[in-house]
């Protein structure tokens, strides 16, 4: 007497329902996970299910086979012209006869999990702000006189309960000849904000369209940009690129380019033109590469530093150059991607840029934030982003710091002798033998070791032309524990290191890792003035982390994780023993790839991630490095290798 019993997998939910009702009506009712475009017209197959059939002793459910209706006509129709996998259903024509379980599987989620590749702390489920719906309108009437989009607007609140939407000129410049091409009926793509108010309409197509669409996931670093063409549906990556930023010509490093804008009047709209231009080459190849058309891309997510943010948007960036450096706004931005000059996606493209956590600690690490979660971990952990500037988080469950310390270029290869960026030709691995003061070395590209056969023939291409940061942070390690090196970071001479390697210039000393000048090529040596300038980095880095610890009121933390495409290629030993790094557990210091990209990414697949990332923001403690004494005293005591005043014991196990 009963009705009969629904329960659904994964979710557990459940409820009573009466005989005849369909599974997707259920599932709406239960608040289950159930997808859905044609809106139960039996056209899209997005709420297929799997009954269950047995005994399920956990849900206290016995499912006989008829406990489900047949299959009806628009069924077997489905089946008849598209196939339904064994066992599926139509959750929309399948109703319910009996207690039944039913199991809705991951590609009939709408907040699905997604499966990464990445060493990211998180995992990702769907939630994306562009969905499509299908909907029938009502043709225009003498006696009714109301617009298309009107028309359109009722039949979404009455066939989809959405109470209000609006439409950009490009749109409704496309609508009349759609809707009519397509008989009235047509699919279209709403896209939500976080914040709540009006769905926008972004597109629309004749009929029912099963049109894929893609966002774009940009990391916008002063040196390349790099970005991810992700399904929309499912957050997959169908292409990834990365171009050099064209503003590199206006200046290599974020202050140099704001000098720029600083000296020449229009300065900086030559400079976010620049990077507008190139963006859109970049979304011209990557659509190239993937097959896909630039009207199938309708969304984009951006993250990168407050400089980069403001040359971006088209903002004079002269008040980040200077205290208190303070942001145009440092909240998030959603914007329409042609506002941007952003030509070569849909003109009705929406675009997301995360927040900003303070003048000197951008979108990016806002990113990495919502990548790595600090805020989620129950371990103290220190989260480092090297680079030009060094964004440094430390937090755990009771709070997250975060802070940036000027590091300087060094790190990336510049005003290092031999330094480069890390590229083909490019030493970026080094041992020195602790007896014999020799080095061997990996090259990139050949990605073989010197002393490994087939070296020269692996390298016969690039040749060896210089030392990237990664290099050139194991080589002043290595030399520290080979003794060529004293704490104070003085490279000793032949007679005092016992090797010939170490050769006299000026009034210091080199070591010598690779000689070709006999043959025209380059001299790579590490020289003393390279030794200071990485000491001043890696004690600028180093103050950075100490003055959060001080702030949290620690002396040491659980585990370190570098970001960061350059974290991702130091060797956590031999940061530690240069000291870049406060002591820890060396398998507690782990990489964690590009995490700005990855939570470019997911900030692309989720809206409820936005709201995070605003929320988790706001709730960062910014910790201002310029003015605090502790600042420089720490810097200060920082300078030796690995230095003089913390202890560093997990670096003698
Ligand atoms: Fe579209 Fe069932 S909801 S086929």
Known sequence: SHDPLVVFTPSGKRGRFPRGTPILTAARQLGVDLDSVCGGRGICSKCQITPAYGEFSKHGVTVAPDALSDWNAVEERYDSKRGLKKGRRLGCQATVQGDVVIDVPPESQVHRQVVRKEASARTLI????????????????????????????????????????????????????????????????????????????????????????FGLAIDLGSTTIAAHLCDLRNGEVKASAGVMNPQIRFGEDLMSRVSYAMMNPGGDKEMTAAVRDAINDLTASISAEAGIEPRQILEAVFVCNPVMHHLLLGFDPVELGQAPFALVTSSSLSLDGRDLGLTAMNDTAQVYILPCIAGHVGADAAAVALAEQPGQSEDLVLIVDVGTNAEIQLGNTTRVLACSSPTGPAFEGAQISAGQRAAPGAIDRIEIDPVTKEPRFRVIGGDLWSDEDGFDAAIATTGITGICGSGIIEAVAEMRMAGLLDPSGLIGSAEQTGTPRCVPEGRTHSYLIHDASAEGGPRIAVTQGDIRAIQLAKSALYAGARLLMDEMGVDKVDRVVLAGAFGAHISPKHAMVLGMIPDAPLDKVTSAGNAAGTGARIALSSISARAEIERMVREIVKVETAIEPRFQEHFVSANAIPHATAPFPELKS
Do not use: C, N
């Open 126 to 213: 769907m939630d994306p702000a562009t969905h499509f719906y299908l909907v029938d309108v009502a043709e225009p009437d003498m006696h009714e006189p109301t617009g298309d989009l009107e028309r359109l607007s009722r039949a979404l609140r009455e066939q989809w309960g959405i109470e209000e939407i609006t439409a950009d000129l490009p749109i409704l410049a496309r609508l009349q000849p759609l809707l009519r091409k397509g008989k009235w009926q047509v699919t279209v793509a709403l896209h939500r904000d976080h914040r709540g108010g009006p769905a926008k309409l972004l597109e629309l197509w004749p009929g029912f369209s099963e049109e894929r669409l």
